[in-house]
């Protein structure tokens, strides 16, 4: 059984006060090996410090409101307490977050993830980048509290909703990807043990990969049905709960209804 999660969260939409937090101290375990995964897996650091997308720390999903979640997704901006729709930051503003995020409502910055590939890369190449970062840190972050106000005026003027995903293809597409990039890790590692030139070292890379199409296609095939679980899976108005007096919290759909803890 899922569990739920109570903070001080009010749904934008439905104004249910029931969410389901993911994180790395998540809902559910289910929730928390995703986030584990994202901060383990290199693979993933490409995504980071090449395409700048970023994973928020910490998301809240609405149990209430009867549609798929990524339209029920919000991030909690710590500086001004408000909940932000997660696809403020989707298409074209999904990319070049390299900073992170930026509240459109107060500049606050909102808590990402970093995956431990990519901090390792930062950290050794800090002595490059570090100097201009500290020096531009306030123009980069007023320039991308521009592009989230851009961002969530597109949100508000075309209220984008989710489109179907070809689960089929991003299976492919993530296991493909996977197996390229775990072979050059592979391949790194079999001059400490073999002496090999570079005509010998790129058969090898590429030998790599023939070898394990067998793991890694298997894995985008998982890693797209557990992926579609998790978005496809709507909310249920029974979790459309609210305090009352007492602190207990009933639901908002029948006042007659007895006291829930959840």
């Not at 993911?22 to 693979?43: C, E, F, K």
């Not at 979640?69 to 909940?83: A, I, K, N, Q, S």
């Not at 930051?89 to 970093?114: D, F, H, T």
């Not at 991308?144 to 508000?156: D, F, H, P, T, W």
Request: glycine letters at 4%; one cysteine or more; proline letters at 6%.
């Amino acid at each position: 059984m899922n569990e739920v999660t109570l903070v001080e969260f009010e749904c934008p939409v439905c104004k249910s006060h029931v969410c389901e937090k993911w994180g790395l101290d998540g809902s559910t375990d289910a929730i928390r090996a995703m986030y584990q995964h994202a901060v383990l897996n290199p693979g993933l650091a490409f995504n980071e410090l090449i395409l700048g997308q970023r994973s928020p720390r910490n998301l809240f999903v609405c149990k209430s409101c009867t549609v798929p979640v990524p339209e029920r997704c919000y991030l909690h901006c710590p500086t001004c307490e408000t909940f932000l729709p997660s696809m403020i930051w989707s298409n074209k503003y999904a990319v070049k977050n390299w900073i992170g995020y930026v509240c459109p409502e107060c500049r606050g910055e909102i808590p990402c993830l970093w995956n431990h590939t990519s901090r390792a890369i930062l950290a050794l190449t800090a002595p490059i980048w570090r100097p201009r970062f500290e020096k531009n840190r306030q123009v980069w972050l007023e320039k991308q509290y521009e592009r989230s106000v851009e961002a969530k005026q597109n949100y508000l003027t075309h209220r984008p909703q989710s489109k179907p995903i070809n689960y089929r293809k991003m299976g492919w597409f993530w296991g493909v990807s996977m197996n390229l990039i775990f072979s050059i890790f592979i391949t790194a590692i079999l001059p400490l043990y073999f002496e090999l030139n570079f005509g010998q070292l790129i058969g090898a890379y590429f030998l790599v990969v023939l070898a394990s199409t067998i793991i890694w296609l298997p894995a985008g095939w998982f890693f797209c049905e557990s992926v579609k679980r998790s978005l496809d899976k709507k909310g249920d108005d029974k979790f459309h709960l609210s305090p009352n007096e007492n602190g207990s919290f009933i639901s908002s759909n029948d006042s007659d209804s007895t006291d829930s803890t959840i």
